[in-house]
């Protein structure tokens, strides 16, 4: 099953769902660290369980060009809809109102090549 896109060929290369990918969240700003580490409590569980491994997780050693010095979160999915998945689920959404307004951050998820 695609998900739909407004990237025309993203249906093509998804057809089958099988493509690895991959949960990128950066922070731009960490309010309230309590929360984040309510968050985290939650959010691990919730994102291995759902087929997620997490890759690497922290500040940056090295940044280049417009790189920001800032937490950084990389997850490896067996596809981009076990990621979005992971994502909607009821124990990652639970760990999303832990978490409230503790931190800005962008959240993607990107296919694998």
Same mark, same amino acid.
């Given at each position: 099953?695609?998900?739909? %896109? @407004?990237?025309?060929?993203?249906?093509?290369?998804? /057809? /089958?769902?099988?493509m690895t990918a991959y949960w990128? %969240?950066? =922070?731009?700003?960490?309010? /309230?660290? !309590?929360?984040?580490?309510? =968050?985290?409590?939650? #959010?691990? +569980? *919730?994102?291995?369980? #759902?087929?997620?491994?997490?890759?690497?997780?922290?500040? +940056?050693? @090295?940044? =280049?060009?417009?790189?920001?010095?800032?937490?950084?979160?990389?997850?490896?999915?067996?596809?981009?809809? @076990?990621?979005? !998945? *992971?994502? /909607?689920?009821? @124990? =990652?959404?639970? #760990?999303?109102?832990?978490?409230?307004?503790?931190?800005?951050?962008?959240?993607?998820?990107?296919?694998?090549?």
């Amino acid at each position: 099953m695609a998900i739909a %896109s @407004a990237v025309p060929w993203r249906d093509v290369l998804w /057809d /089958d769902g099988g493509m690895t990918a991959y949960w990128i %969240s950066t =922070y731009l700003e960490i309010r /309230d660290e !309590a929360k984040v580490k309510a =968050y985290a409590e939650l #959010a691990g +569980p *919730a994102l291995t369980g #759902a087929g997620g491994t997490f890759l690497a997780r922290g500040l +940056p050693e @090295a940044v =280049y060009e417009e790189g920001r010095q800032q937490r950084t979160v990389l997850i490896e999915f067996p596809s981009v809809e @076990a990621a979005v !998945a *992971a994502h /909607d689920s009821d @124990a =990652y959404q639970e #760990a999303l109102v832990a978490l409230g307004d503790g931190v800005v951050r962008d959240l993607r998820i990107v296919p694998g090549v």
